[in-house]
């Protein structure tokens, strides 16, 4: 039996071998990069940048330029990646990784990848002001506001969002509200019935405060705010400040 687990465990790891050397030998991976070593010498450096240029033009000399950019975090690297996606998706890591914004604007794939890469670095460095030069989609610039504004718990922020993406807006306004700690955010949603009342029933529920119910304006919804907060606090009294009397007998039920 022990010889026979010995010969399974010596045929496993030479059908491992075989691999490896298939994998290594086709080009596809270097060894460097499947096992990430960790030499940045200069030496190195030049070698595997001869390794990419040794490597068939096209995606497998591209792959391997971007590897050795980002390893590096070097820029200028990306220059010899041929295709244009490609080469902006380089720039875009890059400047995520260094957080220098002004590697996007070498970007030239702009309806794409550069306003990408201007929304990922302007999260990263918590910088609303630089969501403005997203110019090309504005779904991206839309969500670079909706990304910062909580951390910053400033609503003013929501209120740059094009007023066509109506549900960005509306999540942007409540995830500052509930940042905030602060309801008369949610006031900012008064227009608009439905969504003011469950950002307020959603704070309500995350403070676990039933004293926000009150805020809430119609009393369809508030009725709602108080049977959810019965819940929650398993606290049948509130069931009391409900209205509608076939609801409050549902809650109290």
């Known amino acids: 039996m022990a010889e026979n687990n010995s010969k ?18 086709s080009g596809c991976i270097s060894f460097d990069k499947l096992f990430q070593i960790p030499d940045t010498s ?118 740059k969002i094009n007023e066509n993406s109506t549900s960005t807006w509306v999540s942007c306004i409540e995830n500052v509200a509930l940042h905030n700690k602060d309801p008369i955010v949610c006031g900012r949603l008064e227009k608009r019935d439905r969504d003011s009342a469950y950002c307020l029933i959603h704070m309500a529920e995350e403070m676990k405060d039933h004293s926000i119910c009150e805020r809430v304006l119609y009393a369809s919804y508030r009725d709602h705010c108080y049977h959810k907060m019965s819940v929650l606090l398993n606290d049948k009294s509130l069931c009391k400040k409900i209205k509608a009397e076939h609801k409050r007998k549902l809650c109290e039920s």
């Open 42 to 159: 200069k030496q190195t450096r030049e070698a595997l940048l001869l390794e990419c240029a040794m490597k068939p033009e096209g995606y497998f000399r591209d792959d391997c330029y971007d590897g050795v950019a980002r390893l590096y975090k070097d820029p200028e690297i990306c220059e010899n990646i041929s295709g244009v996606r490609g080469k902006s998706n380089c720039y875009r890591e890059i400047a995520l990784m260094i957080e220098n914004i002004s590697l996007c604007d070498l970007i030239k794939d702009y309806d794409y990848g550069q306003d990408l890469c201007y929304e990922e670095v302007a999260e990263a460095l918590k910088n609303p002001a630089l969501c403005e030069k997203i110019k090309h989609i504005l779904s991206f610039r839309d969500d670079c506001y909706a990304a910062l504004a909580p951390g910053l718990g400033d609503p003013e922020l929501c209120e």
């Open 8 to 25: 399974r465990v010596i045929g496993a790891l030479s059908l491992v071998a075989v691999i490896l050397v298939l994998i290594l030998s």
